[in-house]
T-cell receptor, first 113, second 116 residues
Framework: GDSVTQMEGPVTLSEEAFLTINCTYT??????LFWYVQYPGEGLQLLLK?????DKGSNKGFEATYRKETTSFHLEKGSVQVSDSAVYFC????????????FGRGTSLIVHP | DAGVIQSPRHEVTEMGQEVTLRCKPI?????LFWYRQTMMRGLELLIY????????DSGMPEDRFSAKMPNASFSTLKIQPSEPRDSAVYFC??????????????FGAGSRLTVL
């Protein structure tokens, strides 16, 4: 079945540091890939998405590239801010199987001033 | 649009009591999902509806849990009787199912349930 594996957290960084959160997936069809973010006390919200191989999703300075050859969708940001502290979820939605999104376990990011 | 609206935001109850969580999805969305989030188990899909019809409830923990969607603008998740291990944050999410597979969910703010 479909699955998403994320690096375990928490990831702790200083402000302006470079961020990478790794995500790999297994899917039977041709999935769309997503990153969602959950700020404290809130629900998840879409951060960015990519629907086909080599697409790059981007939003709020975050980027992720759909790499079919390595089945990966790593999240990156060049300079994190304290306000980026949140939990980040990688997810996929597979057209070849159920369209229900499959979520990773989430990675907590803590950014210190 | 006000987004997905959940109520109550917080609920504290005693073991054995009935709990009802409510959700109003985004107008025009045709799919609705109920999730449970805990530290130990992460985000778990409990049930989802498509066009108000329950499609898959295999994630519902046991018979104490039930969910309904009487119309396109309202859904409930009921726990009867509640137990301490049901303590969690329950999220409702809705989406417009797309044939492309880019199924983007919009989540509510969640209902934090504490069962004493």
């Amino acid at each position: 079945g479909d699955s998403v594996t994320q690096m375990e957290g928490p990831v702790t960084l200083s402000e302006e540091a470079f961020l990478t959160i790794n995500c790999t997936y297994t899917a039977t069809g041709y999935p769309s890939l997503f990153w969602y973010v959950q700020y404290p006390g809130e629900g998840l919200q879409l951060l960015l998405k990519a629907t086909k191989a080599d697409d790059k999703g981007s939003n709020k300075g975050f980027e992720a590239t759909y790499r079919k050859e390595t089945t990966s969708f790593h999240l990156e940001k060049g300079s994190v801010q304290v306000s980026d502290s949140a939990v980040y979820f990688c997810a996929l939605s597979d057209t070849g199987g159920s369209y229900i999104p499959t979520f990773g376990r989430g990675t907590s990011l803590i950014v210190h001033p | 649009d006000a987004g997905v609206i959940q109520s109550p935001r917080h609920e504290v109850t005693e073991m054995g009591q009935e709990v009802t969580l409510r959700c109003k999805p985004i107008s025009g969305h045709n799919s609705l999902f109920w999730y449970r989030q805990t530290m130990m188990r992460g985000l778990e899909l409990l049930i989802y509806f498509n066009n108000n019809v329950p499609i898959d409830d295999s994630g519902m923990p046991e018979d104490r849990f039930s969910a309904k969607m009487p119309n396109a603008s309202f859904s409930t998740l009921k726990i009867q009787p509640s137990e301490p291990r049901d303590s969690a944050v329950y999220f409702c999410a809705s989406s417009l199912r797309a044939s492309s597979g880019a199924n983007v969910l919009t989540f509510g703010a969640g209902s934090r349930l504490t069962v004493l």
